[in-house]
């Protein structure tokens, strides 16, 4: 079996993850320190898959207790999810960030290279490129992010690059994710932000659902084709399956990769919303709200990379997202403490 660490294994992307990691014969182990999670969410994989699945809720910034586990599992491999990921909350408190996101990136790579493992993925964020040059974004767009939280994506970037240079890595794959939404499709694990979310899919499903009452659609007056922000959308479960193709990759074809993983659709917050509309049967009460502080109009990305290097192709549309999200939120409308 093939024993990969996986960071932020009990969050949202880092669950749907261990899921694919499992259905391809590798044999995941986590860690987290739950603070943006509870060891529920791995007990429903565990459910789900019927699989073992090690856990250890340790921080990445404990060097020696990571190299410890590293050891103990075997790991070949580690995707590394853990860190926090509030644009808002890092322009407030920025030297979390840094500590979470970068120092933890540095004592995690640490702790590797006292363990020996050698391959290395990395959850970055399209959120890199800043306000657009030219769009799609291709992965040599210029890279300027506008907020705390962006630039701790980059500077772990740069830690990576300056790795693989020295050749102390050869293995790394950076993916630059765009917007994340959806469920693995038996509604049994999903996105359970705290309190009032941040991100547009959970409030408008928490509307849906009953537990807000109205969306707050931020700005209408963008230069885009309905006057909404328009974003690229994909489904949790395609970009979890493009963590296993770069392990996949690096069995097959050693070293470093960057590479855009979206659908390359744009899809503004009015469609998205009738879309969700469409797939819950329930409505969603709007009303137009002043734009957000530092939101882009419009991006999107050019996944031609992912495809050639990867062979990886978003699979799932924007209804196969809503419907997805949909099972998840309708099944557990208070997120993990649901059951
Ligand atoms: P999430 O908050 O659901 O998962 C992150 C997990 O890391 C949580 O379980 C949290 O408890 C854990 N964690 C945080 N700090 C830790 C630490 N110091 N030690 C150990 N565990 C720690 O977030 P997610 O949406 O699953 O995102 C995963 C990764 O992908 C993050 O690095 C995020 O920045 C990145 N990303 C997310 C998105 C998105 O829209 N969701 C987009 C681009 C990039
Ligand atoms: C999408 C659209 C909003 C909420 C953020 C991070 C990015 C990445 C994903 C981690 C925008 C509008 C939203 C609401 C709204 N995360 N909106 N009402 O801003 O593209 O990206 O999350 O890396 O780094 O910046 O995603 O879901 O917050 O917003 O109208 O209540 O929905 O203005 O146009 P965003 P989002």
Redesign the pocket.
Known sequence: MKQVLV??????????TCVELMAQGYSPVV????????PA?LDRVRRLTNHELPSYE?????TARITEILKKHNCESVI??????AVGDSVAKPLEYY???VM?SHSLLTAMMEAGTKRFV??????VYGEPVFLPYTESHPLSPTSP?GQT?LAVEQMLNDLVASGSMTDVAI???????GAHSSGQIG???HGVPN?LMPYVAQVAVGRRTELNVFGNDYDTPDGTGVRDYLH?VDLARAHVLALQRFEREPGAITVNLGTGQGTSVLELVKAFEAASGRPVPLNFAPRRSGDIAAFWADPAQAESLLGWQAEYDISDMCRDQWAWQSQNPNGFETT
Request: charged residues 15%.
């Open positions: 960071t932020g294994g009990a969050g949202y992307i880092g669950t749907h860690v987290d320190n739950f603070c943006n999670s509870s969410s340790a921080d990445i910034r404990d590394h999810f853990a860190g926090l990921k500590s979470a996101n933890g990395f959850s970055s964020s399209a959120t939280y994506k993916l630059r994710y765009f917007n994340p939404i996105e359970d932000p991100n949790v």
